[in-house]
T-cell receptor, first 115, second 111 residues
Framework: DGGITQSPKYLFRKEGQNVTLSCEQN?????MYWYRQDPGQGLRLIYY???????QKGDIAEGYSVSREKKESFPLTVTSAQKNPTAFYLC??????????????FGPGTRLTVT | AQSVTQPDIHITVSEGASLELRCNYS??????LFWYVQSPGQGLQLLLK??????LVQGIKGFEAEFKRSQSSFNLRKPSVHWSDAAEYFC?????????FGTGTKLQVIP
């Protein structure tokens, strides 16, 4: 079955710790994305990558970092610099850059709670 | 830059009744338009999309949406709602370098 996996589903961390969220896809998609979802705010783009070894900041990149060493994988690190890290994080992919990138496929999400 | 407005935060319908969820967008040209559905604690699933051509598009789960350029709208409809349709629905616009999502409409279905 092709799809996007995110792990873990629930993640708990203490304030001041960095944490890495996993995202893997076997759809052979070029582009991958990270979104943050907060109640009543829709989805906000954190980072995106259209090809391996290249990524761009989205609207709310501060306090986050990513890497794209493999086409299948796009991990997101939430650093201690992120002021309000508690949220639901969604990873997505799309078949190709440009107009094709608008049709995105989502993973099941990771709920991060920082106390 | 584009924007998306979903004016209804929460909608309640009876099972078997018809449904219309509103979506208005702002963009200078015709954008790429999408509707997604999200069950609690889950990711988003694509319901349907509009790129060009016929302004009435059919999607999965019996949903359809109509693109109206004059009203800058892309409303989602379903003739008869099932209890399993209870979820949150997001309208999205693809233009420029990104996709912009609306803030979502939560649908409650009552027996």
């Amino acid at each position: 079955d092709g799809g996007i996996t995110q792990s873990p589903k629930y993640l708990f961390r203490k304030e001041g710790q960095n944490v890495t969220l996993s995202c893997e896809q076997n759809l052979n998609h070029d582009a991958m994305y990270w979104y943050r979802q907060d109640p009543g705010q829709g989805l906000r783009l954190i980072y995106y990558s259209q090809i391996v070894n290249d990524f761009q900041k989205g609207d709310i990149a501060e306090g986050y970092s990513v890497s794209r060493e493999k086409k299948e994988s796009f991990p997101l690190t939430v650093t201690s610099a992120q002021k309000n890290p508690t949220a639901f994080y969604l990873c997505a992919s799309s078949p190709r850059p440009g107009a094709g990138s608008y049709e995105q496929y989502f993973g099941p999400g990771t709920r991060l709670t920082v106390t | 830059a584009q924007s998306v407005t979903q004016p209804d935060i929460h909608i309640t319908v009876s099972e078997g009744a018809s449904l219309e969820l509103r979506c208005n967008y702002s963009y200078g040209a015709t954008p790429y338009l999408f509707w997604y559905v999200q069950s609690p604690g889950q990711g988003l699933q694509l319901l349907l999309k509009y790129f060009s051509g016929d302004t009435l598009v059919q999607g999965i789960k019996g949903f359809e949406a109509e693109f109206k350029r004059s009203q800058s709208s892309f409303n989602l409809r379903k003739p008869s709602v099932h209890w399993s349709d209870a979820a949150e629905y997001f309208c999205a616009v693809g233009a420029g370098q990104k996709v912009t999502f609306g803030t979502g409409t939560k649908l409650q279905v009552i027996p």
